[in-house]
């Protein structure tokens, strides 16, 4: 049985969430870039649309027309906050956390690949395109090949890929770079992760590439001066606000950037400074989730003690979603952006950042780790394992260089979204 869909997008979730008044659109890195390309090409999305144990026929969203693949409580636990994200998340961040391996998650992860895949050989049309994202779906392809040797398929891995060494701790390595070699083109963010690969699958595999991730400036929108100026006096009218935007994930370095902060507040090298950080609530039923949101917020809490005063505490910190129309009016009124993750696929908050700063104004502190260092390379690098490089980068950072931001914002907005996916598509 076949569908009537030419071109196929299938990832973990849909770009979706339920609220009370009906399907929004959701936050995410993935959903941020896939969904315009999605319209222009009036193709078709396949995902879990985020409640277990509910089944949701199929439906139009905003003029993508979505196909639900539902998921058990069961598949939820042992697919989604097992394998997915407490196997291979830690193991393709290179270690941060100590990846759990599980027979019983391992189960689930081939079973839920076979749910999707099964999903999309029923929607595809004869001879159509196919593009598989992200770690959570690595079996997919190989599973597609054999039911449909007709489809084109390609794939994206959103995280980086590890090197072989840390690969090969791996109890199941072997079905994972099968499933992926049943792609025509694999495309990663960095040469870094595609030579990883590489040197895994040797040079008979499947065809691969880097095809760094972009944003979609059109859909960022820097605030507006007077919202800039009504949310810069709410803080206090700091001389200098820094900000970071992020889910709240170990990867991140939330609370490096904050012990930073601290160690620059208490030598007095920084004065007048309001931070602001957003961090949306992720994964909270890990453990290791949760223990990095103690962390954060008790240093939040201990660096307001000592160095906040009634009424203007020094960092404002806000564990909710925010929504994304608001998201701007923060970027643009923010004179240093703090991005310091341990390891990171690209990270997207810093091309947001600098495309909400078309004059020059503003300075991005970027972690060497993040796959936009790559091409953000004129922004204050650091290492966020080394606390002095962090605050290194945020002292130049303060009194920032417009070329650099200017040359950034160039880069940023001319290899957009739409140019990531072109020129994957284009390849494959
Ligand atoms: C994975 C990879 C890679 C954040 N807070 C809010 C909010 N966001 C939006 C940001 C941005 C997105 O979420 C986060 O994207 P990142 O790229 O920074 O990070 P991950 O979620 O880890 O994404 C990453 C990405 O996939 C794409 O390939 O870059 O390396 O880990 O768009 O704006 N959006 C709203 N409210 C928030 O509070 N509305």
Redesign the pocket.
Known sequence: MTGDNKFVVVANRLPVDRTKSGWRAS????V??LAPVLRAHSGCWVGWPGEPDTHVPPFDFDGISLHPVGLSGWDFENFYEGFSNSSLWPLYHDLIVTPQYSPEWWDAYKSVNKKFADAVAAVAAEGATVWVQDYQLQLVPGLLKEARPDLTIGFFL??PFPSPDLFKQLPWREDITRGLEGCDLIGFQRDEDEQNFRALVGASGPRTGAFP?SIDPGAIHPGAREDVDKLREKLGNPRTLMLG???L?YTKGILQRLLAIENLLEQGELDDVAVVQ?A?PSRERIEHYKQTRREVEEAVGRINGRFGSVGTPVIHYIHR????GE?GTYYAAADVMLVTPFK??????AK?YVSCHPDGDGALVLSEFA?AAVELNQAYLCNPFDLESIQQAILGAVDGDPEAMRAMHKRVTEYDVDRWAQTFLEAL
């Open positions: 936050p995410g890195g993935l941020a870039a959103h995280i991730i935007v992020d889910r994930d957003l949306t979603p925010v929504p994304k998201l990171d696929g690209m990270n997207l908050v947001e796959g």
